[in-house]
C-alpha cells in the first residue's frame, strides 16, 4: 500500500510520464508476519487502493511460499506472479522476471469481433503486453456464410 502512494505522489507531482508503465514489484514469500496479516483482508485493502494505471506483480522465492496467494493479488492488480526457486540459478530466473518486465510494449489492449461473428469469448480486454509475453483470446465461431473471421484490435503505446 506504501508503494500505491509513493506512485500517486509522483503521478500527481508531474514526476512521472504519462506514457510510462507504473509497476509495483512485491518480493515475498505470502506469509505476512508484520501489522495486518489476515490474507484476505490484504487482497482487499490492495484492491481497494491500487489505481487501474498501476500493475502489482508479485515474485515469491523459495520453497515455503504461499504462492496461490501472490499469484492472486497479482492477477487481480494487472500483474502476474513468478517463483524463484532458491536451489536453482535464482539470479538467473531475477533476470529473465526483469527483462520481461522491462520491456513494456503495449498497454490497454481491446480486441473487438463483430457481435453475430463469436460467442462466449473468454477475455478480449487486456491491461499490458510485454516483450516476449502472448495475450490469448478463446470463444466459439457463430455459424457464418462468410470463411473469413475479422476483428478489430486497439492498443496504446509509447508512441
Do not use: C, W
Not at 505522489?9 to 518480493?27: E, F, H, T, Y
Not at 481497494?48 to 502489482?56: A, D, I, K, Q
Not at 490497454?108 to 457481435?115: A, G
Not at 491491461?127 to 509475453?133: A, E, V
Amino acid at each position: 500500500m506504501r508503494a500505491v502512494q509513493m506512485l500517486v505522489k509522483g503521478s500527481n507531482q508531474g514526476l512521472i510520464d504519462p506514457r510510462s508503465v507504473s509497476m509495483i514489484i512485491l518480493v515475498s514469500d505470502g506469509d505476512p508476519t508484520v501489522g495486518e496479516i489476515k490474507l484476505s483482508t490484504i487482497q482487499k485493502n490492495v484492491k481497494r487502493v491500487m489505481r487501474e494505471e498501476f500493475s502489482l506483480f508479485s515474485l515469491g522465492i523459495g520453497f515455503d511460499v504461499d504462492y496461490d496467494f501472490l499469484e492472486r493479488i497479482a492477477m487481480e492488480n494487472r500483474g502476474m506472479a513468478q517463483r524463484i526457486y532458491a536451489n536453482h540459478d535464482a539470479a538467473e530466473q531475477l533476470r529473465t522476471f526483469y527483462r520481461q518486465l522491462s520491456s513494456p510494449l503495449l498497454r490497454k489492449i481491446t480486441v473487438q469481433f463483430p457481435e453475430d461473428a463469436v460467442s462466449d469469448v473468454t477475455q478480449s480486454r487486456f491491461d499490458k503486453y510485454f516483450s516476449g509475453s502472448e495475450l490469448v483470446v478463446a470463444g466459439k465461431v457463430l455459424p457464418s456464410e462468410s470463411e473469413t473471421l475479422t476483428s478489430f484490435t486497439t492498443a496504446s503505446g509509447v508512441s
